[in-house]
């Protein structure tokens, strides 16, 4: 079934350790995007990727990287987890020819960060 | 000023009237307008995309945009209970590289049976 996978589905995490959240899609989509929604703040930006090889900051970057080595994987990577990055975390992808194209996500990660 | 802005809600509506969402945006906002829909614990579907003034339907749903009051809304007719849900406003910036959608804190959907 074509889509985008997201793991785990959800984690547990003590403050302080290493953390990557998986996403992979299968839509051969160029752009893709980590959110993350935090109850009365919606969904924030943290990093994308226009193309495999290219990444870019978003709204909210600091504590987290990512890397885009092929079309399907975009890995979101906490070096070092804190209490505030308990969200909800989102991975989306996009074809990017204009801004006609439909933005879909994968199912999301629930962080708890103690 | 924030780029997308909601009313959080909830909207409370009774079965089978037209509950109407509304959304403004900021002029950096470019000219790409989404809504989509998300279930409590889901992740977020689109519903309607609407790229030019006027009215946009499929379905039940009708999307209006009048870019002079930069201004859109989703119009749900015939609301049923499953239509409760948190509807998220999202548009494209321009001059960002992001290409990104930028989202609205979403508005609450309650229809009532």
């Known amino acids: 079934i074509a889509g985008i996978t997201q793991a785990p589905t959800s984690q547990i995490l003590a403050a302080g350790r290493r953390m990557t959240l998986r996403c992979t899609q299968d839509m051969r989509h160029n752009a893709m995007y980590w959110y993350r929604q935090d109850l009365g703040l919606g969904l924030r930006l943290i990093h994308y990727s226009n193309t495999a090889g290219t990444t870019g900051k978003g709204e909210v970057p600091d504590g987290y990287s990512v890397s885009r080595a092929n079309t399907d994987d975009f890995p979101l990577t906490l070096a070092s987890a804190v209490p505030s990055q308990t969200s909800v975390y989102f991975c989306?992808?996009?074809?990017?020819?204009?801004?006609?194209?439909?933005?879909?996500f994968g199912p999301g990660t629930r962080l708890t960060v103690l | 000023q924030k780029e997308v802005e909601q009313n959080s809600g909830p909207l409370s509506v009774p079965e089978g009237a037209i509950a109407s969402l509304n959304c403004t945006y900021s002029?950096?906002?470019?000219?790409?307008f989404f809504w989509y829909r998300q279930y409590s614990g889901k992740s977020p579907e689109l519903i309607m995309s609407?790229?030019?003034?006027g009215d946009k339907e499929d379905g039940r749903f009708t999307a209006q945009l009048n870019k002079a009051s930069q201004y859109v809304s989703l119009l749900i007719r015939d609301s049923q209970p499953s239509d409760s849900a948190t509807y998220l406003c999202?548009?494209?910036?321009?001059?960002?590289?992001?290409?990104?959608?930028?989202f609205g804190s979403g508005t609450r959907l309650q229809v009532q049976p």
């Open positions: 999202a548009v494209i910036l321009r001059d960002t590289g992001r290409r990104a959608l930028t």
């Open positions: 989306a992808s996009r074809v990017l020819a204009g801004d006609y194209n439909e933005q879909f």
């Open positions: 609407i790229y030019s003034n």
């Open positions: 002029d950096r906002v470019s000219q790409s």
